[in-house]
C-alpha cells in the first residue's frame, strides 16, 4: 500500500491545478492525482458533441499561472484540452497522474491521522488502496456515469435517434437531417449552430427561455496588451479587467436587475430583428443571474435563427411518436435526431463513499466551511468553482487555501485539520449551498449538499473579491479550523 501526503482525486482543470500549486508551495509533500478516466481533462475530455466550448473567457478560466496566448478568447473543447495537456506536461504533473484509477471509498482514522483510498483499476478491474494525510477532491460536482435526462412519454416508440450531449457518438450522422434540440442552456446554445451547419434544420425546443447575450470571441484589449507587454503581463491585466467585469455585472445583476434586463433583451432584439417574437422565445420569467448567462460567441445562434437553418420553439413536450415530438400546444415536430440537452446529474464529491471513524458522512447534514471543507471532516478539501462566474477563478483559491493549511501544520507540528461548529453557531440559520440560483439541475439535489451558515466561515459566497479576502487573508487559527495532534503511539 503506498503513502502520499495528499491524494488528489481527478485531472481536470482542478486537479491539474492541485498539482501545480502543490509542487510550488509544499515543494517537500509527495501527492498522486487518481484519475478514473483514460486521460486527464475532465469535462474537456468528456464532452465531445459538436461545437463544444466553454462560455468563460480562456483569460479568467486559464490558470493564473499558465497564460492563454490563443487568439480566441472563446476556446473550444479541444484547444482547451491541448492547454491543459502542454500545462501537465509542462510542469511535470502528467508523470503524477495514474489514470484508471475511479476512487469508490474514502475511510479516515483519528487514531494514523490518514486517509485510505480505495480504487478500482478499470483496465484490470483489481482494487487498489492507498493512503494520505489530506484528501484533495478535484472530481468536480456531475455524474460521469450519465447527463439527466427527464422522462418523456412515448419515447421508446420514436424511430430516430436519441442522444444526450455527455454521451456523444463519434458516428452521428445528422447531415441533411430534421434535429431538434431539447433544452435552452449553455449546451444547447452551442450545439444549434455548429448543428444547423450541415443539418437540414435545427429546432430549439425550450420549455422556458434563457437570458443569451452575444459576444466576439475574441478580446480586443487582449490582443492589444499583448503587441505592447510581456506575455505574462499582459494576461495578469486582462485576467483582473475581466475578473473585475464579470463581478460588476454580476452585482449590478443583483442591484439593477431590471436595467440588466433590458439591456440583454436589447442585444437580442438589434440581433433579430423587430419582427422576431424576442417576447416569448428570448424573455425569462426570472432575473438576469438567477440561472446562469448564456454566452452566444459573435452571435451565432442568432445568425443561424436569421438565415433559417435554426428556430426556437418555446412549448412542453406531451409526448414522443414514431417520427417526432407532439408538443402541449398540439403542434408536432418532425425529428431525425433528439438531443437531450436537458442537463446534467449532480452529486456531490466524486460519488464517493466517505468513513470517517467507522460512521458513514451524510453531506447534507454538514456544514460547508468557506465552501471547501465538511464540518467535522478531517483533512478533507474539495475545489468547486463559480456559478456566476469562471470555474477556474475558484479552483486556484482553493488550492492556494489548501497549501495554507498543509505547510500551517507543518509550522506547527499538527497533523489534523477539522472544521467545528463554535460556540452558539450550533443554532445558525441554514441556506442551501448555492443560494439564490434558481437552475433546476441545481435545485433538484441542494438537498444533497452541505448547507451554509449566516457567518463567515460557513459560507460559500460565490463571490471572488470576498472569497479572495477570505482564503488569502483570513487567519487559519480561527477557532473553527481545528488544528490537532495524532494520537501518541504507544
Not at 9 to 20: F, T
Not at 261 to 282: E, I, M, N, Q
Amino acid at each position: 500500500m503506498e503513502h502520499f501526503d495528499v491524494v488528489v482525486v481527478g485531472a481536470g482543470i482542478s486537479g491539474i491545478g492541485a498539482g501545480y500549486f502543490l509542487q510550488k508551495e509544499c515543494p517537500n509533500r509527495s501527492y498522486v492525482i487518481l484519475e478514473g478516466r483514460n486521460d486527464m481533462g475532465g469535462t474537456w475530455d468528456l464532452f465531445r458533441y459538436p461545437g463544444v466550448r466553454s462560455d468563460s473567457d480562456m483569460h479568467t478560466l486559464g490558470y493564473s499561472f499558465k497564460p492563454w496566448t490563443a487568439a480566441k478568447s472563446i476556446a473550444d473543447g479541444p484547444n482547451i484540452l491541448s492547454y491543459l495537456r502542454e500545462t501537465a506536461s509542462q510542469y511535470g504533473i502528467d508523470k503524477k497522474i495514474r489514470f484508471k484509477h475511479l476512487v469508490t471509498k474514502a475511510e479516515w482514522s483519528t487514531e494514523n491521522a490518514t486517509w485510505t483510498v480505495t480504487a478500482t483499476r478499470s483496465d484490470s478491474h483489481d482494487t487498489v488502496t492507498y493512503t494520505c494525510n489530506y484528501l484533495y477532491m478535484c472530481s468536480g460536482y456531475y455524474s460521469y456515469k450519465s447527463g439527466y435526462t427527464p422522462e418523456f412519454a412515448g419515447i421508446e416508440s420514436f424511430g430516430g435517434t436519441v442522444v444526450h450531449p455527455q454521451a456523444w457518438p463519434s458516428d452521428l450522422d445528422y447531415a441533411g437531417k430534421k434535429v431538434v434540440v431539447i433544452g435552452s442552456g449553455a449546451t444547447a446554445m452551442t450545439l444549434i449552430p455548429a448543428m444547423a451547419k450541415t443539418a437540414a434544420h435545427v429546432t430549439m425546443l425550450q420549455r422556458s427561455p434563457t437570458y443569451v447575450v452575444a459576444r466576439p470571441d475574441h478580446d480586443a484589449i487582449a490582443d492589444r496588451l499583448r503587441k505592447f507587454l510581456p506575455e505574462k503581463m499582459a494576461y495578469s491585466l486582462t485576467r483582473w479587467k475581466n475578473t473585475t467585469m464579470q463581478q460588476l455585472v454580476y452585482k449590478r445583476t443583483r442591484t439593477k436587475p431590471e436595467q440588466v434586463k433590458t439591456a440583454l433583451l436589447k442585444g437580442v432584439r438589434d440581433a433579430l430583428g423587430p419582427d422576431y417574437d424576442v417576447d416569448t422565445h428570448f424573455t425569462p420569467s426570472y432575473n438576469p443571474w438567477d440561472q446562469r448567462l448564456c454566452l452566444v460567441p459573435n452571435g451565432d445562434l442568432f445568425s443561424a435563427i436569421k438565415d433559417g437553418s435554426a428556430s426556437v420553439v418555446t412549448d412542453h413536450v406531451d409526448h414522443f411518436d414514431a417520427t417526432g415530438i407532439v408538443l402541449k400546444s398540439g403542434q408536432r415536430l418532425d425529428a431525425d435526431v433528439v438531443v437531450t440537452a436537458t442537463g446534467l446529474n449532480l452529486v456531490t464529491l466524486g460519488e464517493m463513499e466517505f468513513v470517517v471513524d467507522g460512521n458513514l458522512v451524510d453531506f447534507s447534514k454538514t456544514w460547508t466551511y468557506k465552501g471547501l471543507a465538511y464540518s467535522g471532516v478531517p483533512n478533507l478539501a474539495s475545489s468547486f468553482g463559480y456559478i456566476n462566474a469562471s470555474w477556474t477563478l475558484r479552483a486556484d483559491l482553493t488550492c492556494e487555501y489548501v497549501c495554507r493549511l498543509l505547510n500551517h501544520m507543518e509550522k506547527t507540528g499538527t497533523q489534523q485539520c477539522t472544521p467545528v461548529l463554535r460556540s452558539g453557531e450550533e443554532n445558525m440559520a441554514e441556506h442551501p449551498w448555492i443560494d439564490n440560483f434558481s437552475a433546476g439541475y441545481m435545485e433538484r439535489v441542494m438537498h444533497m449538499f452541505p448547507r451554509q451558515g449566516d457567518r463567515e466561515p460557513w459560507i460559500n459566497p460565490q463571490d471572488f473579491k470576498r472569497d479572495r479576502k477570505m482564503f488569502r487573508d483570513s487567519p487559519l487559527d480561527d477557532g473553527a479550523m481545528q488544528f490537532t495532534k495524532a494520537p501518541a503511539r504507544v
